[in-house]
C-alpha cells in the first residue's frame, strides 16, 4: 500500500535522466506511465532508491512516420497507439491493455523495458521485427525486437540505459489478427496470439505469429510459421498450421490456467488470429 | 514509533473476541479468538503485532522491522479433510469439528420410500470475499474515561455493548460512530479485533487511533463467506412430485467462530424448501475449522448456498425425468392460496405467489422461440444456454423468539427502533437503530416519514449510526432495514400524525377522526382548504396549544418488532453463449422478476437487485478465494479475486410483482440479498443447458473457462470410451 521510502528526481533533458540514472546506481528506477513498478512498490516487491522520472523529457513523445518506418516515442501511451489506425496490429493490441485509465497513462517504452511476457505489446514487436533505440553515457544503441527479451522480466537494456525510441516497420500489405484470451476485459492475457500474414491471391506468402504469455519471454510460433508459408490459404490450412502454435512451449501453471490449457488456447487463438488475418471467418 | 503490542500485552481484556449467534440446542466448539495471536496463527492474516506510530509511512517502515519466528505447522485447508483430521486447527479442541445441527420436518424416510426417482449431486459453494470498495477503518479516542469509537461498520451497537465488556468500561462510557460506510456486504457485520486493539491501545496510550486497513489486509482478514460442500439427495415421483429432500453440509468455518460464523448455515436450513412444497425434508450441517480465514455473513449468508443446491439439483431432478425445468418448478409451488404457508420444518412463509413471478419471467422471456434458436445455433457450433432460479428467501431479520436467546442463542432481542422529532418549522429529523452502508436508507426513510406527515422527503433528515445520538437500535443486516426499521418508523411516524390530528382537531374546533393527511395539511376530512401545515401543528406544539392533558411537542420513539419474518420471491432467467474451444462463459441477457412486497423507492429496489445479481455472477463465473494446500492464500490481491467489471456484464432486465407482506403495514419485504440468493443458480443451470450436447450434465461453480474446458475434454474423453 505505501512503498518504501525512495528519493525521485525529473530531469527535463535525457542527458540529465540518463546522468541521473547512471548516479543513482544499481537501485535506481526510471518511471513512465508507472503501472507496473508503482503496484510492484506499493507492494514492497521492489524498492528503488531513486526514481527517475521521464515525464519532462522533450521529443519522446508521440508518432512519426519517415520512410516506411514508424518513429514511436518510448514516452507515447497506449491510448495514443490505440487511436492510431495506421499502425495496424500495434493498435490493436494497445487497445486491448486493461482499462482506459490505464492505457491513457501507461507507455509503449514502459511495458516493453519492462519485458512482461503477460503484456500485449513485447510479441506484437517480435512479430513487427521492430527494435528499439536506447540511449546511455556511451552514446545510442538500437536492439532488435527479437534480441531485446531474455527472460522473464529481463530485457538486453542495461540498468544505465533509457528506451528512447521504438521503430516499427510499417506493414503495409500485410493482413493482421489478435486474440487475447483473458477471463476479464482488464486482465492479462491468459494466453495471445498475434498473427500478420502476407498474401498474394489465396498463397500465403509470408506469415508471423507471436505468443503471448507462454512462457518467460514473449515468442514468435516458429512451427505455425513454416507451416503456412507458402501454402494456399483456407480454414483447413490454417488449423492444421494452428495446431503447432504450441510446438516448444512450456507456459507455466498459474491459478486460472494449466499448462495444458494454456497450450490449448495458443492453438486455438493461433487459428483465430490466422483466419482473421487473412479475412476468412 | 510509539509502541509494539503483541497478544501477549493485552492482559487487560476481560475475554477473547465474541462468538455471539449459535444455532440452538448443541454445544459449539468455540477456540479462543484474540485480536492478536497469542502463540499459535491460524490462519495467514491472523495479526501478530499491532504498530503504532505518528504517521501511516513510518508504521509501515516499522512493520518490515517486526521479524516473527515461525515454526510451521501442518496445515488443513480442506473442510472434508479437517473432519477426517489430524492434523488439528486447535490442538486444544481434540477435533476440527465446531458443531453440528440438524433441522428437519415431515417423515424422510417414507419421502424417499415413496421417491420414483432420486437425484444425488455433491454442491460445492466456494469461498468468496465481500469485496467492498471501501475497506475498513478506525480510529479510537479514549479521553477523560470515555471512548468514542469511529468505525467503517454495520453493528455500531454491538460494538459500543461489546467494547464495553472487552475493555471493562461501563456501557454509557463507549460511544461508537458509523459514519458513511463505503460497502460492506456483510463483510462490515463483526466485532473485529481491530476495532478491539484500536480502543484498547488509545485507553493504554492516552492517544487517539487510527487504522485503515489495505485491500490486501482486507483480503486476508476481514471475513469471507460460503464455503460449503453439501449432498443433496432429492426424491421425486415419476411426474415430478417432490417426495423428500435431504442435504448434509459441510461447512468450513475457517480457523474461528466469529460473531455469527456457526449460525450462518443454518439459515440456509430455514428456506432448504425453496418455493416448493416438499413433504419431508432434513438440512444436516457439520462446521469445520480449517487453517483459514474466518467465514461469516455475506450478502445472503447461507441463503444462496441453499437456493443454490435446490435450484441446480432440481434442475438435474428435471433431466433425469425428461422434463421441462418449468414444468417441474410449477408442479411443485407452494400455491398462492396457501399462504401463510407453513412449513414441515415449522417456518411460515408470508406471502407469495410463485407462479406470478414465473409467468411474469415469460412475458420477457419467449422460452419456446429460445429453444428453437438453441437448436439451430448448435448446429452450428454455437452452444447457447437458458437457466432459471424460482427463489424465496428468508429476511428481515427480527423475531426475538427465533433469534434471541431462546432461539439461536444471541442474548438480545430483535426489534428496532425510531425516534422522529418533528421541529418548531415543520422540519423533521428523524433517528434509526439501523445502520446503513450504502444502500440508500435516508432516501427511503425519508420517504416513508413525508408520507406520514405531509411534507416534502427533502425536509426529513434521517440520522443513522450513532450511538450517542438516537435510541437503542439492532442495526442493518440480513434485509432487515426496511421491513423492520423502516416500519418501526412508519409506526413512530403514526404517532407523530395521531398527535398532529389531536392538535388540529382541538385548533379547528373537529374531532381526531375527521382530520386526515390531504397534500401539504392536516385537514378536516371533505373540507381540504381548512386545515393546518405540519408547521403549524409544530408551532402550536411547541407554544403548548394542545389539547386539556395532552404533552407539549411533537417527538416520538418507538421500538418494534414483527411476529415473523419475511419472505421476497421471484423467478430470475440467465441466457449465455459458451465458446466450446475455449470454455468461456458470455452472459447475453439476465432477466430478474423480484417481489419484494410493496415497493417503497423503485430506484433503489432496482440498485440493489443489479448488485445482489452481478454479487452471484461474479461467484459463479469470476470470483473465488483460493488457498493452497499449505494454507497460502493465492487470491490477495484484486488481479487475482476476479470482481466482474461492468465490460463482463450484459444490461439486466428487470421487473417485479407485488404481493404485499402481512408482516408489517408497508407491506414490504426485504431486497438488499434477494437478487445475490437467486442468481447463481440460474447462471449455473444456463450453463448446464449449453453444455448438454457437448456430454456435460453436471458442473460445480466457479465456472471459469479452464474448468468448463476441462469438463467438456472429460465428457470427450468418456465418449471415447464408450465408442
Same mark, same amino acid.
Request: proline share 12%.
Given at each position: 500500500m505505501i512503498p518504501a521510502e525512495f528519493d525521485y528526481t525529473a530531469p527535463e533533458s535525457l542527458e540529465g535522466a540518463i546522468a541521473a540514472l547512471a548516479g543513482g546506481g544499481d537501485d535506481a528506477k526510471l518511471l513512465a506511465g508507472g503501472h507496473s513498478l508503482l503496484p510492484l512498490m506499493k507492494l514492497r516487491l521492489a524498492a528503488p532508491s531513486l526514481l527517475v522520472d521521464l515525464?519532462?523529457?522533450?521529443?519522446?513523445h508521440g508518432i512519426q512516420r519517415e520512410n516506411g518506418t514508424f518513429r514511436i516515442g518510448a514516452m507515447t501511451p497506449h491510448a495514443v497507439l490505440e487511436r492510431s489506425p495506421e499502425l495496424g496490429v500495434f493498435a490493436r493490441a494497445a487497445g486491448s491493455i486493461a482499462d482506459p485509465q490505464v492505457r491513457n497513462r501507461g507507455t509503449i517504452g514502459g511495458s516493453l523495458a519492462h519485458g512482461d511476457p503477460a503484456s500485449d505489446l513485447p510479441a506484437v514487436l517480435l512479430i513487427a521485427e521492430g527494435s528499439v533505440t536506447v540511449a546511455g553515457g556511451s552514446g545510442t544503441r538500437t536492439i532488435a525486437a527479437g534480441d531485446l527479451f531474455k527472460d522473464y522480466l529481463l530485457t538486453a537494456i542495461e540498468p544505465a540505459e533509457v528506451l528512447t525510441e521504438v521503430r516499427i516497420p510499417a506493414l503495409d500489405g500485410w493482413g493482421y489478427g489478435y486474440q487475447k484470451f483473458n477471463r476479464r476485459s482488464e486482465d492479462w492475457a491468459m494466453v495471445g496470439v498475434s498473427a500478420l500474414i502476407k498474401q498474394t491471391g489465396d498463397i500465403c506468402e509470408d506469415v508471423r505469429v507471436g505468443l503471448t504469455n507462454m512462457g518467460p519471454t514473449p515468442l514468435r510460433a516458429a512451427g505455425v510459421e513454416q507451416a503456412l508459408k507458402g501454402q494456399p490459404l483456407n480454414a483447413d490450412s490454417i488449423a492444421k498450421a494452428a495446431e503447432q502454435a504450441a510446438e516448444g512451449t512450456d507456459p507455466p501453471a498459474d491459478l486460472n490456467a494449466s499448462s495444458d490449457y494454456k497450450r490449448h488456447l495458443a492453438r486455438v487463438l493461433c487459428r483465430r488470429a490466422l483466419a482473421e488475418a487473412a479475412g476468412i471467418t | 514509533v510509539h509502541a509494539v503490542f503483541t497478544g501477549q500485552d493485552l492482559t487487560d481484556l476481560t475475554g477473547p473476541l465474541p462468538q455471539a449467534w449459535v444455532p440452538p440446542g448443541i454445544t459449539v466448539n468455540n477456540p479462543d479468538h484474540w485480536p492478536l495471536a497469542k502463540d499459535t496463527v491460524n490462519h495467514v492474516g491472523d495479526p501478530v503485532a499491532m504498530v503504532i506510530g505518528d504517521d501511516r509511512y513510518s508504521v509501515i517502515d516499522a512493520t518490515e522491522d517486526v521479524v516473527v519466528e515461525y515454526e510451521p505447522l501442518p496445515a488443513v485447508t480442506d473442510p472434508e479433510k479437517a473432519l477426517a483430521g489430524p492434523p488439528l486447527v486447535h490442538e486444544s479442541l481434540g477435533t476440527n469439528q465446531s458443531h453440528e445441527w440438524s433441522l428437519g420436518g415431515g417423515d424422510l424416510d417414507k419421502g424417499f420410500a415413496d421417491a420414483e426417482v432420486v437425484v444425488e449431486r455433491r454442491v460445492v459453494n466456494h469461498r468468496t470475499a465481500g469485496g467492498a470498495i471501501e475497506p475498513r477503518g478506525v480510529l479510537a479516542d479514549y479521553r477523560a474515561g470515555s471512548l468514542t469509537i469511529w468505525s467503517a461498520t454495520q453493528v455500531p451497537h454491538f460494538i459500543r455493548l461489546f467494547l464495553a465488556i472487552l475493555l471493562g468500561m461501563s456501557e454509557e462510557r463507549v460511544r461508537a460512530i458509523a459514519p458513511e460506510v463505503g460497502g460492506a456486504f456483510g463483510s462490515k457485520l463483526q466485532m473485529y479485533g481491530e476495532e478491539v486493539l484500536c480502543a484498547w491501545a488509545s485507553r493504554k496510550l492516552n492517544r487517539p487511533i487510527k487504522w485503515i486497513e489495505t485491500r490486501s489486509e482486507n483480503m486476508a482478514v476481514t471475513h469471507q463467506g460460503r464455503d460449503q460442500i453439501a449432498y443433496v439427495k432429492m426424491g421425486a415421483k415419476r411426474d415430478g412430485k417432490l417426495t423428500a429432500l435431504h442435504v448434509k453440509i459441510i461447512a468450513d468455518l475457517g480457523a474461528y467462530n466469529m460473531l455469527l460464523t456457526a449460525a450462518i448455515p443454518s439459515l440456509g436450513a430455514f428456506v432448504m424448501s425453496g418455493v416448493y412444497k416438499i413433504p419431508a425434508i432434513q438440512t444436516d450441517i457439520v462446521g469445520a475449522f480449517t487453517n483459514k480465514c474466518p467465514t461469516d455473513a455475506i450478502r445472503g449468508a447461507g441463503r444462496p448456498e441453499a437456493t443454490h443446491m435446490i435450484e441446480v439439483t432440481l434442475d438435474q431432478l428435471a433431466a433425469e425425468l425428461g422434463m421441462d425445468p418449468l414444468d417441474i418448478r410449477r408442479k411443485n409451488f407452494i400455491p398462492a392460496d396457501e399462504f401463510p404457508a407453513e412449513l414441515p420444518i415449522g417456518v /411460515?412463509? *408470508?406471502?407469495?405467489d410463485y407462479d406470478k413471478s414465473l409467468n411474469k419471467l415469460l412475458e420477457h422471456v419467449d422460452v419456446g422461440a429460445f429453444r428453437r434458436e438453441q437448436e439451430e445455433l448448435r448446429a452450428k457450433g454455437i452452444y447457447r444456454g437458458i437457466g432459471f432460479s424460482t427463489y424465496t428467501e428468508i429476511c428481515g431479520l427480527a423475531p426475538t423468539r427465533v433469534v434471541g436467546p431462546e432461539g439461536f442463542g444471541n442474548q438480545a432481542g430483535f426489534w428496532e427502533s425510531a425516534m422522529v422529532r418533528v421541529h418548531n418549522t415543520g422540519a423533521v429529523t428523524v433517528y434509526t437503530g439501523s445502520s446503513p452502508h450504502g444502500q440508500g436508507h435516508e432516501t427511503a426513510y425519508a420517504q416513508i416519514v413525508a408520507d406520514k406527515l405531509g411534507v *416534502?422527503?427533502?425536509v426529513v433528515e434521517v440520522i443513522h449510526g450513532d450511538t450517542g445520538t438516537g435510541p437503542e437500535g439492532r442495526n442493518t443486516y440480513g434485509s432487515r432495514s426496511l421491513a423492520v426499521g423502516g416500519e418501526s418508523l412508519a409506526k413512530c411516524a403514526t404517532k407523530i400524525a395521531d398527535k398532529a390530528k389531536a392538535i388540529v382537531a382541538h385548533q379547528l374546533e373537529a374531532?381526531?377522526? *375527521?382530520?386526515e393527511v390531504s397534500g401539504d395539511k392536516f385537514a378536516v376530512r371533505g373540507s381540504p382548504d381548512k386545515g393546518m401545515t405540519l408547521a403549524e401543528v409544530a408551532g402550536a406544539a411547541y407554544l403548548n396549544?394542545?389539547?386539556?392533558?395532552m404533552e407539549p411537542g411533537l417527538e416520538a420513539t418507538t421500538f418494534w418488532e414483527p411476529e415473523n419474518f419475511v419472505f421476497p420471491f421471484g423467478a430470475h432467467a440467465c441466457i449465455v453463449d459458451l465458446d466450446a474451444d475455449t470454455g468461456k462463459v458470455k452472459i447475453l441477457r439476465y432477466v430478474a422478476v423480484d417481489d419484494c412486497g410493496n415497493p417503497i423507492n423503485p430506484l433503489l429496489i432496482e440498485g440493489q437487485v443489479h448488485g445482489g445479481v452481478v454479487h452471484a455472477i461474479g461467484q459463479a463465473l469470476y470470483e473465488r478465494v483460493h488457498y493452497d494446500e *499449505?494454507?497460502?492464500? /493465492?487470491?490477495?490481491?484484486f488481479v487475482d479475486y476476479a470482481l466482474p467489471t461492468a465490460a463482463e456484464l450484459p444490461s439486466f432486465e428487470t421487473d417485479r410483482t407485488v404481493t404485499p407482506s402481512p408482516v408489517n403495514s408497508m407491506g414490504a419485504k426485504g431486497v438488499g440479498e434477494a437478487g445475490t440468493i437467486a442468481a447463481s443458480a440460474a447462471v449455473t443451470n444456463a450453463v448446464i443447458d449449453a453444455l448438454r450436447p457437448l456430454g456435460v450434465s453436471y458442473i460445480n461453480m466457479p465456472l471459469t473457462p479452464m474448468r468448463v474446458w476441462e469438463a467438456i475434454e472429460e465428457a470427450k474423453g468418456k465418449a471415447g470410451v464408450a465408442a
Open positions: 515525464r519532462k523529457v522533450p521529443g519522446i | /411460515v412463509y *408470508d406471502s407469495g *416534502d422527503p427533502s374531532s381526531p377522526e *375527521d382530520i396549544h394542545v389539547p386539556e392533558g *499449505d494454507g497460502q492464500l /493465492v487470491t490477495g490481491t
